[in-house]
């Protein structure tokens, strides 16, 4: 029997819950299918499970994307505002954290039950454990073919996600279905993801693990001002994760490890005050003393200042505020928060998400060719594209 439709989405995600929802208050018959047992399961485990849902300052300038201008559309129409207030109506403790990061104080369910709380308002229908078999369009009818049986709607939702977290159930099925219908797709790869290191590099960083330092961490093309934490597989930690988004394999990371001193000054200033103390006993004082018995050499931090060159203060000054790591690689979709790459958005409109190329079709969330920023940049995006699509379809 084939159940039919006004919409379908295809993902129970936080893209395709909020696009349900908007749709189901405008009257539409709404069925969101997803192959998962539990909706919103990447809600659940975002933020340490406390879910960074938003961010107090959003702009286009904290998303990747080869149209940067296109995502500027939809955050403009259903901004961070809009969401905290829905937040704020649901009397959802939160608190901010760094850099307007916004949290609940309790736990992700608290978001996950507002949203399925709006979409059984609405009348969103949602069939979780249902595999998708095969998609056409007949006319101007969407036909799904699933383990559940026949669906039909005249507005199908593609909000499926990336790769990232294949454990998760992650997979490229929205990309398929792009191309499917003619759209091109930009290369993927993991966003917001951990590094792994050089053998060389690895051999000493390993036994530092659980060291976190504030630095700038920086390439070619931009810079961020965070921790990174040394683990036993690499570098993480918030600047590592954000860098990990514009680097390119093969490519060197400059990393400041002290963004407010001027080492070099203040070992000269030291050296006049006091010869005597040694060179490892100053170092210690600004940063962990094994991380520095790691990266200097052993007789240069055992020696008292006055033994050693203003020359050689100027090359630890450099070694410290210009450390150059050359990542292996980075750890993969396995652990990325985000997909960079997606749906091409030249193929999309930038105002509904609706396809160019096949009317009634829509692409929203992080199946996109738009990835935020480590911050509840990506939650944003997902609210605001859902939004859009909510209002048309």
């Known amino acids: 029997m084939n159940k039919t439709a006004d919409v379908l989405i295809i993902g129970a995600s936080a893209a395709g819950l909020m696009c349900a929802i908007e749709a189901g208050k405008r009257g539409r018959k709404v069925i969101v299918l997803d192959h998962a047992n539990k909706a919103g399961k990447k809600i659940l485990m975002s933020g340490g499970g406390r879910c960074n849902f938003t961010n107090m300052d959003v702009s286009a300038d904290n998303y990747i994307s080869h149209n940067p201008h296109f995502c500027k559309s939809a955050l403009s129409r259903y901004t961070q505002w809009d969401f905290i207030a829905l937040v704020t109506d649901y009397n959802i403790p939160y608190h901010e954290r760094n850099h307007g990061q916004l949290f609940c104080d309790d736990s992700a369910k608290d978001i996950l039950n507002m949203l399925l709380s709006e979409c059984a308002h609405a009348g969103v229908e949602i069939r979780l454990n249902c595999t998708i078999e095969n998609i056409h369009k007949d006319n101007e009818t969407y036909i799904i073919n699933t383990s559940l049986g026949d669906y039909s709607a005249e507005s199908l939702v593609i909000a499926t996600g990336g790769l990232s977290i294949p454990k998760m159930g992650a997979t490229g099925f929205g990309y398929n279905t792009a191309k499917r219908f003619g759209h091109t797709v930009h290369p993927t790869t993991a966003g917001l993801v951990p590094f792994t290191l050089q053998p060389n590099d690895k051999a000493w960083l390993a036994d530092l693990s659980g060291i976190a330092i ?180």
Not at 245 to 260: F, K, R
Not at 327 to 346: D, Q
Not at 367 to 386: C, I, K, M, P, R
Request: net charge negative.
């Open 214 to 393: 504030e630095c700038i961490v920086s390439n070619e093309r931009t810079s961020f001002r965070e921790n990174i934490l040394l683990t036993h597989r690499g570098l993480s930690g918030p600047a590592i994760l954000q860098i990990s988004s514009y680097w390119q394999a093969g490519e060197t990371v400059t990393i400041n490890l002290l963004p407010d001193v001027d080492i070099e000054a203040l070992l000269k200033t030291k050296q006049q005050e006091q010869p005597k103390t040694h060179l490892k006993t100053v170092l210690s004082e600004l940063l962990p003393k094994r991380f520095i018995t790691g990266l200097l050499d052993d007789d240069l931090i055992n020696q008292p200042l006055q033994s050693i060159s203003h020359e050689r203060f100027k090359a630890i000054a450099k070694q410290l505020h210009e450390w150059q790591i050359k990542p292996n690689s980075t750890e993969g979709y396995r652990t990325a928060e985000v997909t960079l790459g997606g749906v091409n958005c030249n193929e999309l409109s930038s105002q509904t998400m609706e396809s160019k190329y096949s009317t009634g079709l829509y692409f929203i969330g992080e199946v996109v060719d738009v990835t935020g920023w480590l911050g509840g940049y990506n939650f944003q995006w997902a609210w605001s594209s859902g939004w859009c699509a909510g209002q048309v379809v």
